[in-house]
C-alpha cells in the first residue's frame, strides 16, 4: 500500500540552527500538507501547497518556516532559526483531491530543540 | 481556536462492547467530518469520513453519525477490538484545500 515517508524520525538540534524536514508523499497526490503536535497537545495545521504555491499557512506558519517542492517528489519544511517552541511531533501529510478525500499522514519527525 | 472538541479525552470500555467516541464542533462551514486512530509513535491513519449532506455512514465495525443541528458527531465502533486501542482524533474541513482542524483526541483502551 502507498505510504508518506518521512525523514528523519528524529531531529535533535540547538536553538538557532536551521532544519529540514523531509517527506515523500504518495506519488499520484496533489495535496500536500505539515502539521504538527506539541507534546500532549492536539494536532495543528501549519500549511497547505497545492500546484507549487502555499493555499493556505496557519497563524504559526510564520516567516521562519518555509516549504518547497524541489523535484517531484520531495516535499520539505525548513525551519530558519529554530526556537525552544519547536519542539514538537511533524507531520507531512497528503492526498489526492484536497477537502473530500481523505489525508494520509506519514509517520511524523520528532523534533527536538535544546 | 476550539473549533473542534473532544470533550472526553479517555475511554474505557471491554472487549466486545460498543466504544461511543464523541466530538463537537463550533464553525458551521465545517462540510467534511473524518475519524483518524493514532498509535503512538505513528502518524494518523484515516478511519472513516462523512460529508455534511449525509447523517451516518458504516465502513464494517466502524460507523460515524453527524447531527448538524446539534453540530455533533460521534464514532461508534462495535464490537471493540483489543487492536482498537489507541487515540481517536475527530476532524473537519471547511475549504477545497482540505486544511484539517483536528479535535484534542480521545485515548480508547480496550480491556479483555
Known amino acids: 500500500e502507498p505510504e508518506v515517508t518521512q525523514t528523519p524520525s528524529h531531529q535533535v538540534t540547538q536553538m538557532g540552527q536551521e532544519v529540514i524536514l523531509r517527506c515523500v508523499p504518495i506519488?499520484?497526490?496533489?495535496?500536500f500538507y505539515w502539521y504538527r503536535q506539541i507534546l500532549g497537545q492536539k494536532v495543528e495545521f501549519l500549511v497547505s501547497?497545492?500546484?507549487?504555491?502555499?493555499?493556505?499557512k496557519s497563524e504559526i506558519f510564520d516567516d521562519q518556516f518555509s516549504v518547497e517542492r524541489p523535484d517531484g517528489s520531495n516535499f520539505t519544511l525548513k525551519i530558519r532559526s529554530t526556537k525552544l517552541e519547536d519542539s514538537a511531533m511533524y507531520f507531512c501529510?497528503?492526498?489526492?483531491?484536497?477537502?473530500?478525500?481523505?489525508?494520509?499522514f506519514g509517520q511524523g519527525t520528532r523534533l527536538t530543540v535544546v | 481556536d476550539q473549533q473542534v472538541k473532544q470533550n472526553s479525552p479517555s475511554l474505557s470500555v471491554q472487549e466486545g462492547r460498543i466504544s461511543i467516541l464523541n466530538c463537537d464542533y463550533t464553525?458551521?462551514?465545517?462540510?467534511?467530518f473524518l475519524w483518524y486512530k493514532k498509535y503512538p509513535a505513528e502518524g494518523p491513519t484515516f478511519l472513516i469520513s462523512i460529508s455534511s449532506i449525509k447523517d451516518k455512514n458504516e465502513d464494517g465495525r466502524f460507523t460515524v453519525f453527524l447531527n448538524k443541528s446539534a453540530k455533533h458527531l460521534s464514532l461508534h465502533i462495535v464490537p471493540s477490538q483489543p487492536g482498537d486501542s489507541a487515540v481517536y482524533f475527530c476532524?473537519?474541513?471547511?475549504?477545497?484545500?482540505?486544511?484539517?482542524?483536528f479535535g484534542a483526541g480521545t485515548q480508547v483502551v480496550v480491556t479483555p
Open positions: 501529510a497528503s492526498s489526492e483531491e484536497g477537502a473530500y478525500t481523505e489525508a494520509f
Open positions: 501547497f497545492y500546484n507549487n504555491e502555499i493555499s493556505e
Open positions: 464553525n458551521s462551514m465545517f462540510d467534511y
Open positions: 476532524a473537519a474541513a471547511t475549504d477545497s484545500w482540505g486544511k484539517l482542524q
Open positions: 506519488s499520484n497526490h496533489l495535496y
